[in-house]
């Protein structure tokens, strides 16, 4: 396709989903200037920029961003570690799987918020908990789509291992990870997307400290619905921002990948 074209087209596709929204806003606070909904419950759009304006500016809300971010980044990155460790391991070995095959997939439908009890016990309802409730949501993905990226290497690549004896690290770098690398991609991009969204839900049900999360609570209590509005808005944006980064790396890598392979 045509750079310039494709280039349109994400304009064209991007002006249409914006539509939405906008019309939306506008009839919101159409809405609420006739008085027709309770301000104190709907805060109209208008005051949501204002409480955006202002958030902008606070020093506390970015300090409560940066935690949140840093918070994220340590669960995502034992959760992609200990899934990317695992998944190699059960996609090599039949053995494995048919040990903790079942058990692993048995525990997929347990909702990821029935850990919350267990984690507080265990490892404590603090920053602890926190981050290992991360790290979970961010493992899985990573452990499944690892695991069936290594079982669908070609016969013509393990035959290779085979006939030149490779070593197990030297296996792991030039054939495994290459070969299962889309496979592993995309469950570290799924990852990227619930490590952040397990941030949020760890700042809402563990105990209280700095995070978006947190603000987000305490502007609730407080009946401050556009600063939870405006808060939502922030933490929607850096879900995008991150699936969009990554979805550049990941695009990156398997470019390379194809290239290697010509």
Avoid at 17 to 44: E, H, R, T, Y
């Amino acid at each position: 396709m045509n750079t310039r074209h494709w280039h349109d087209t994400r304009l064209g596709t991007l002006g249409l989903g914006l539509a939405f929204p906008a019309v939306l806003a506008l009839v919101w606070q159409v809405v609420a200037n006739k008085g027709i909904i309770d301000p104190s419950v709907w805060a109209s759009p208008w005051r949501v920029a204002l409480a955006v304006s202002s958030q902008v500016q606070d020093p506390q809300f970015w300090a409560d961003l940066g935690a949140s971010l840093w918070r994220d980044a340590q669960g995502t990155a034992l959760g992609i570690l200990f899934g990317l460790t695992a998944g190699l391991a059960l996609g090599r070995s039949a053995l494995l799987r048919a040990y903790f095959g079942p058990t692993l997939d048995a525990g997929k439908a347990v909702p990821l918020f029935t850990w919350v009890p267990l984690l507080s016990v265990w490892v404590g309802s603090g920053e602890g908990g926190k981050i290992t409730f991360i790290a979970i949501a961010a493992s899985i993905p990573v452990l499944f789509n690892t695991a069936e990226g290594v079982l669908s290497l070609e016969p013509r690549h393990l035959e290779l291992v085979r006939l030149y004896h490779l070593g197990l690290i030297t296996r792991i770098r030039r054939v495994v990870l290459p070969g299962a690398g889309p496979g592993i991609l995309r469950g570290v991009h799924q990852a990227v997307l619930y490590g952040w969204l397990a941030t949020i839900g760890a700042e809402f049900l563990f105990e209280a400290g700095n995070g978006i999360g947190t603000n987000i609570m305490g502007a609730r209590d407080l009946y401050a619905l556009d600063v939870v509005i405006a808060d939502m808005m922030a933490i929607g944006l850096v879900g995008v921002v991150l699936d969009l980064s990554f979805g550049h790396v990941e695009r990156y890598l398997l470019r390379w990948r194809e290239d290697h392979r010509t």
